[in-house]
Nanobody, 126 residues
Framework: QLQLVESGGGLAQPGGSLKLSCSGS???????????IGWFRQAPGKEREEVSC????????NYIDSAKGRVSISRDNTGNTVYLEINDLQPEDTGVYYC????????????????WGQGIQVTVVS
């Protein structure tokens, strides 16, 4: 069973940067590079929303207008880690960030993502 683990969160100041990592384990035939990975965030009191996605064929999508131009999603060379880099952090970037896997191409439909990490807190405060 695919297991995802997020890391790299924490406290940051406005204008700073963070690079979140999503690592996969627990699957025998396929590496993380063979599935679509989405990054999501859930702000306090709000619904979970998709930030960015990289598909199994390396197509990339960004979904939050306020974050476009500030976020970058990428895979490492091994294919087993997916990164989300957020630059020029803003207080509205605060929330719990999750990565999730889907067998389909990138989509804003959260129901397509079946395997989820536990989430990691990102707090942007001056």
């Amino acid at each position: 069973q695919l297991q995802l683990v997020e890391s790299g969160g924490g406290l940051a100041q406005p204008g700073g940067s963070l690079k979140l990592s999503c690592s996969g384990s627990g699957f025998s035939k396929f590496r993380l590079g063979s599935v679509t990975i989405g990054w999501f965030r859930q702000a306090p009191g709000k619904e979970r929303e998709e930030v960015s996605c990289v598909s199994h064929n390396d197509e990339k999508e960004n979904y939050i207008d306020s974050a476009k131009g500030r976020v970058s999603i990428s895979r490492d060379n091994t294919g087993n880690t997916v990164y989300l880099e957020i630059n020029d952090l803003q207080p509205e970037d605060t929330g719990v960030y999750y990565c999730a896997a889907s067998p389909r191409s990138c989509t804003p439909d959260i129901s397509n993502f079946a395997s989820w990490g536990q989430g990691i807190q990102v707090t942007v405060v001056s």
